[in-house]
């Protein structure tokens, strides 16, 4: 199969600050989210899905895996030096908030985090490599978490607006590409990751899960108008996790109820993000939820005004679902929900592969928003074997990657106009669901194991010569 991709697309890999850069109480950084979180998936699991996490804890228990990651905050320069190996057009990568401001609510930045960003662009721009950067990506100040309560409190808007403002000034010369808040719309099932907060109840959960995507959404759309004025040409993006939902089987009621699911979890953060206003279906479910917002006057307006030039997204799987569930099924299906497809395999960690669902996603955004999309999360977790000689021959990972890149090119002749693909972890880094390195999704092999054992050294996997090729001849050769 020939594939065709317009001419530039930006292709590279993604990473997250808190998963990689390690040095946690480095170059006065101030501890964050991840700093905080256990390594290991039942522990990880746990306090995601937990209410009243108790932040006050031990941190010694802690010192692993988040705090080291893999060391890219001193081996950048060899990391970069990979990337260009590969031929990346693009890196995207993100801002650990509290190394810029250590609390999150101080009124100067801390010199020392803005210059190490400062070598990170420059090492991007030697290789013409463009960094594309989120903003915040699940790294909340902790200060701001325990002292502020999150994203629930509206002081986070003022704080998140005067870090997005030193990032512009400084970086207006290195950084054209931005993204405001990661996966805005898991925000209601991990409130943790997304919104800095543990519910103090089940029973409270939507309630300050939605009062803080809108202050998030307020928030998003002043970096939005701030790039724009600040950084003339700048291109800032939303992003969003998105799963299509299928029914499982034909049945109207469980039709309804896939649309309805896909409805909240796709379209909601999206709607207000692109079209800048609420969508009409979210006040029934807000008031059959009981959910009341609190707004300021001028933040619909604001909303409107702070739309965003095009959306990136994450694709990892599908969910297919179903109105009534037996007691058997439920937790069944993927991360996010659902019900088993027993048309689709499953990775190592049980999420399904639905290569063609990318396409189906891919489809349903642009005819939604008629705006440019950009895959920026797309990836397999798995474990690699280092054979006797080195070699790492991760022939599973390149059978994913081939399916679902045929999967855009396929979207892209349907019409969609998609700017480019960055596959997640493109190098191995902490995995975010299960704090592990034993969850690999890189081209490239750290030598860092789940004990904390290992040299932090790296090498090249099959799929790093496959995907350099992929690059090479934009996506024609598969």
Known sequence: MTVKFPEGFLWGGATAANQLEGAYQEGGKGLNLADVLPG???NRLKILSSTGFDFDI???????PNHVGIEFYHRYKEDIALFAEMGFKTFRMSIAWSRIFPNGDELEPNKEGLAFYDRVFDELAK??????VTIAHYETPLYLIKEYGGWRNRKLVEFFERYVTVLFNRYKDKVKYWLTFNEINGATHMPLFGLGFSPESEGTRLQDSFQGLHHQFVASAKAVQLGHEIIPGSQIGCMLIYAPVYSFDSNPENVLYAQQEARIFNNFCGDVQVRGEYPSFIDRYFSENNINIKMEDGDLELI???TVDFISLSYYMSRTDKKHKTPEEIGQGNLIGGVKNPFLEASDWGWEIDPVGLRIALNELYGRYQVPLFVVENGLGAYDKVEKDGSINDDYRIDYL?????????AVDDGVELMGYASWGCIDLVSASSGEMSKRYGYIYVDKQDDGSGTFERSRKKSFFWYKNVIATNGQEL
């Open 402 to 410: 081939r399916e679902h890149i045929r999967a855009m090119g396929e």
């Open 127 to 132: 290789y013409n490599i463009e960094p594309l």
């Open 58 to 64: 031990d941190e010694s228990k802690y010192t692993y």
């Open 40 to 42: 290991g998936k039942e």
């Open 304 to 306: 409107k005004e702070g």
